[in-house]
């Protein structure tokens, strides 16, 4: 049992001082009190605050090494699709060491933001060429592996990809390494299943069909139906031309066709649903699913705003993730989430709940949301929730003197991560005084692969 004992915490029900807190051997909280004194064997958390700790909801971690490669204009204009086959050809080598190096320094990276778990959107599955390794999970393994080492709490998702495009499209070319179809998927599911049961019980397997472009009709159906009860990840609307090219094959814009012909509900996270008429908002916000939100990374590939002030207000959930990885940064997340909104309305102020300042509003909603994407018992600290944790350092000239709310806004508006202190992922405390643990020995084998990458 270990104990804590801080002067402010954010619990489930609002600011609290002098709160300590207990976390049980199998993650969870045990115990909260208010207005406590500190006992004999309390971590005395001096100079600090403590916040429940958010999940990033959507990842590809091997993206990491690639960030800030792309930054250049080819001779004609750029977009997303020409990031596309630049990523292509980054992944066409990758061999399983390279990658759990890569996913290692990413969830210390997430951790040390102050991120407890992640959703691994997992689709570099196989050999080049698209053979199957001798394990056909490996590349989950070695996901699986990183996180053993890190100790982040860990949705892996591998991806269903099926097909090259809308329509049907064969796979070509790199995407031969993602491919799956319905019965080599089933396959590889009972492997990772198996690798993911080896981690920490907080760590759960869902599934990811990658996109509406990227598998069939009949396929992504009788795939949901065959995995009930787990966490499920789609990418849905991330680009026009996707919308165009889904509208021509399928009759539908994808997210109509998505409420119109699949079981969504709070099971599921639809990443990218940025390009919504108001009638697709509406109803993805009552359906119960999460708007995985990738505010950088969206900005990085010009992907365009999603409609976050009426999404909300018709009670829809959002979390956020950090997707491509070209910038792992919690605050800088939130941030834009935000800002991209007051450029677009030309308003201040824009994610509002009744009583809370706007830093608050944000991080209680992707809270929630992030928990519920993951399928994971967290998102605030009570009783009986996995302990997901962070504590902020209130030495910081961005938090001097702050209470409440105004801790917040001051670490997403006018601080960055490095105001992360502690981070627990179900209890494990594995970021102290801003820096993991593991950070020397995981940060070394990735500068090895960096090297080796970009003399390819
Ligand atoms: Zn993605």
């Known amino acids: 049992m270990e104990s804590v004992f801080v002067e402010q915490a954010l619990l489930a029900h609002g600011w609290a001082d002098r709160v300590r807190l207990t976390v049980a051997a199998d993650g969870r909280i045990a115990s909260i009190e208010t207005d406590a004194t500190p006992r004999a064997g309390d971590q005395v958390l001096t100079g600090k605050t403590l916040l429940p700790a958010l999940a990033n909801l959507h990842s590809h971690a091997f993206q990491r090494a690639m960030a800030g490669l792309t930054e250049y204009r080819g ?133 990811a069909p990658h996109s509406l472009r990227a598998t069939s009709p009949g396929l992504l159906k009788a795939t949901v139906a065959h995995f009930p009860g787990r966490p499920i990840h789609i990418h849905i609307a991330e680009q026009q031309q996707e919308v165009r090219d889904i509208e021509a094959w399928l009759g539908a814009r994808p997210v109509a066709w998505a409420l119109d012909n699949l079981p969504v509900d709070e099971r599921w996270c639809l990443v990218h649903a940025t390009h919504m008429t108001a009638d697709e908002t509406t109803r993805l916000a009552r359906s119960g699913g999460v708007a995985g939100l990738c505010l950088i990374t969206e900005a990085n590939l010009g992907d365009g705003l999603f409609p976050v002030e009426a999404f909300l207000g018709d009670g829809g959930h959002i979390g956020v993730g950090s997707d491509s990885n070209v910038r792992i940064a919690l605050a800088e997340e939130l941030r834009l989430l935000e800002y991209g909104q007051r450029l677009g309305h030309q308003a201040r102020n824009v994610v509002f709940t009744e009583g809370q300042s706007t830093g608050r509003a944000l991080y209680e909603a992707s809270l929630k949301g992030g928990a519920r994407a993951l399928g994971r018992d967290s998102g605030a600290l009570k009783v009986g929730a996995y302990a997901d944790m962070v504590t902020l350092d209130m030495t910081a000239l961005a938090l001097d003197g702050r209470q409440g709310d105004r801790i917040l806004d001051g670490w997403i508006f006018a601080g960055d991560d490095r105001l992360v202190s502690d981070v627990w992922a179900a209890g494990r405390h594995k970021v102290k005084d801003g820096r993991h643990v593991a950070r020397e020995a995981v940060e070394k084998r990735y500068r090895g692969v960096l090297k080796s990458l970009l003399a390819a």
């Open 75 to 207: 001779q004609q204009r750029d977009s997303f699709w020409t990031w596309r086959e630049l990523m292509y050809r980054f992944v066409g080598a990758l061999t399983p060491d390279q990658v759990e190096a890569i996913a290692a320094l990413v969830q210390v990276e997430m951790m040390e933001a102050g991120y407890a778990a992640v959703a691994e959107f997992h689709y570099l599955h196989h050999r080049p060429g698209g053979g199957a390794y001798d394990d056909i999970a490996e590349m989950s393994a070695r996901v699986a592996a990183a996180a053993s080492e890190t100790g982040i709490g860990l949705t892996h998702l591998p991806v269903l990809y099926a097909f090259g495009g809308a329509g049907e499209k064969p796979l070509s070319g790199a995407q031969a390494r993602f491919g799956c179809d319905g019965e080599r998927y089933q396959a590889l599911m009972a492997a990772a299943d198996r690798v993911i049961a080896a981690l920490p019980a907080d760590c759960r397997l869902g599934i």
